[in-house]
């Protein structure tokens, strides 16, 4: 959460020449309301289970950049699907910059109505940090760096591999 999927998905595309999508934007667009929203409608486990299909559809389309929410990696059958699909990205973000990040945003479900979010992101650190490093290709640590470096370091490193 607030590492920069987005932002730096789209430069990376744009450097590649390939479409890029995110997975949560489209799950809002597709069901007409925000994530927050199915959150409190449908709870945790209903919004994995369409973020799950949505990664599923989207992992098809050929030369594309998508970014997935911060939480799709805690879904095993996700997990399989990003690994097998296509080169795994993990942007490494420190706990001071996830605060600095999401401090404003308003539509961080799992953060919302925290009494302290700084626990809050460290826990979900602590549960996810594992399973990311369990499928990442590439680890990138973000760091204080630009998105526009970041995309270039990273498509650096996917030609370095031989996936770009």
Do not use: C, W
């Not at 809002?28 to 929203?37: H, L, M, N, P």
């Not at 404003?104 to 925290?114: H, I, Q, T, V």
């Amino acid at each position: 959460m607030g590492a920069g999927k987005t932002t730096i998905g789209r430069r990376i595309a744009e450097i590649k020449g390939m479409s890029f999508v995110d997975s949560d934007h489209e799950v809002e667009k597709r069901t007409g309301v925000d994530i927050s929203f199915i959150f409190d409608m449908e709870g945790e486990e209903g919004f994995r289970k369409r973020e799950r299909e949505m990664i599923a559809e989207l992992s098809e389309q050929p030369n594309t950049v998508m970014a997935t929410g911060g939480g799709a990696v805690l879904d095993e059958s996700t997990r399989d699907l990003l690994s097998a699909r296509g080169v795994v990205v993990y942007l490494e973000t420190s706990l001071e910059q996830q605060l600095a990040r999401t401090r404003k945003a308003s539509n961080r479900p799992l953060l919302e109505g925290s009494e302290d979010v700084e626990a809050t992101l460290a826990a979900l650190m602590e549960e996810r940090d594992p399973l990311y490093r369990s499928i990442a290709d590439i680890v990138v640590a973000t760091g204080e760096q630009q998105a526009r470096r970041l995309a270039r370091e990273i498509v650096e490193q996917l030609e370095a591999i031989g996936t770009a």
